[in-house]
């Protein structure tokens, strides 16, 4: 009797336990299963993006920063002038630049700026800021590219706060708070770039100029047509 | 009540946790530096899932990387491995449960949200799921127990 009773306490205090623990595993379960529900429908706030992989495959292992792509010290500067809302830039973005993103860019012969030009329409400035405030946490590059690939119909007004959100979570920045903060400030940056760009007389996007030790200061090269002639630029001015 | 000789010794079961644990602290500990640098682990594989997974915004709970939740699960159940109280087991089973589903839901993530895969974030999720395991064994093997039985079942 006396051997008895301690091990019937500890028989039902392994039950108890047991059951604890039974209870905790289905806890668990609904819990991940909430939690995949929740994602999977869109709550993860990146979700339905397109591009997203290539974009990361594109620019991983490339140093940005601010919206300049490459090794800082690259002896040329390739500058674009674009207009997130404008579809031959996102046609640049997908067939012309990427050649030279992993040629030159990523051998350090080149680095590419980008320039907000906004001619578009009025949702462009603040998408161009959005830019501006994402390459403040080193995601410009992604940011500019992941709009590109999920550019609506030309200023249809797609381009609101919550379509710029969603490009930066799915850029990767970091802190959206700090980012939300930051791209209110930087309509002047946007219309800083544009004005640069008329006074180098563009007048459509996008428009590239390119600096290089051969080159005189910053030589406006208009619309090259193709990754070649692009890249017979970079060599002239290096 | 059920037999302890069907089960590993819970001091091996113990020993087993606590390496387990410390490599856990390891693999979380090295991708949380690698990312406080800006940057991301290296894939010793190559490709770019590792740099994919840490630039994502699935990254970072409420602004603190997720690999510091994982060392602070990895430190509690390495703790719980020096114990041989029913506190420790339980206590050390809930944590791992937790673990497990966390990286249950990671993995989800990687595979269909943002479609890469990064070999830390697998292998802390191996090294969470062995645990889930061991803590699993230990709590229905030696619940009930003293630490003096539990002892003698080394």
């Not at chain 1, 028989?11 to 039974?22: D, G, H, I, P, V």
């Not at chain 1, 500058?79 to 640049?92: A, H, I, N, S």
């Not at chain 2, 010793?44 to 060392?71: E, K």
Request: hydrophobic share 45%.
């Amino acid at each position: 009797m006396g051997r008895w009773q301690p091990m019937h306490a500890e028989n039902e205090r392994r039950q108890r336990l047991l059951q604890l623990a039974a209870g905790a595993v289905f806890l668990a379960i609904i819990a991940v299963a909430i939690l995949i529900v929740v994602n999977s429908s869109g709550g993860g706030g990146d979700t339905n993006l397109e591009g997203k992989p290539e974009v990361n495959r594109l620019l991983s292992g490339i140093p940005q920063k601010g919206l300049v792509l490459g090794d800082p010290k690259a002896p040329v500067e390739l500058v674009e002038f674009g207009d997130l809302q404008c579809p031959v830039c996102k046609g640049y973005s997908e067939e012309i630049l990427p050649p030279i993103i992993e040629g030159k860019v990523k051998q350090g012969q080149v680095k590419i700026a980008f320039r907000n030009f906004t001619i578009i329409g009025p949702q462009s400035v603040p998408a161009g800021a959005a830019a501006i405030a994402a390459g403040e946490q080193s995601r410009g590059w992604n940011f500019v590219e992941l709009f590109y690939r999920n550019q609506g119909a030309e200023d249809s007004g797609y381009a609101d706060d919550a379509f710029l959100k969603a490009i930066a979570e799915g850029a990767g920045v970091k802190s959206i708070s700090q980012w939300e903060k930051e791209r209110q400030k930087l309509t002047p940056e946007v219309e800083k770039t544009t004005a640069e760009a008329q006074r180098l007389g563009f007048t459509g996007t996008p428009s590239f100029a390119v600096k290089g030790p051969s080159s005189n200061g910053l030589e406006p090269l208009g619309t090259p047509g193709s990754t070649g002639a692009i890249e017979e630029a970079i060599e002239k001015a290096s | 009540m059920t037999s302890p000789n069907k089960f590993p010794s819970e001091g091996t079961l113990q020993r087993l946790i606590a390496f387990v644990a410390a490599l856990g602290v390891g693999v979380a500990t090295y991708i949380a530096i690698a990312d406080s640098g800006g940057g991301a682990p290296v894939c010793i594989a190559g490709g770019s899932g590792c740099q994919t997974v840490a630039d994502s915004s699935y990254s970072h709970l409420l602004g603190v990387n997720v690999a510091v939740f994982g060392i602070v699960g990895y430190l509690l159940l390495l703790a719980s491995a020096f114990l041989a109280n029913d506190a420790a087991r339980f206590g050390g089973f809930v944590v791992a449960l937790g673990g497990f589903g966390f990286s249950v839901y990671l993995t989800y993530i990687e595979v269909f949200k943002i479609e890469a895969i990064c070999q830390w974030c697998v292998a802390s999720a191996v090294l969470m799921t062995i645990l889930f395991l061991l803590n699993a064994t230990r709590l229905i093997g030696y619940a009930g127990t003293d630490g003096a039985l539990a002892a003698d079942a080394r």
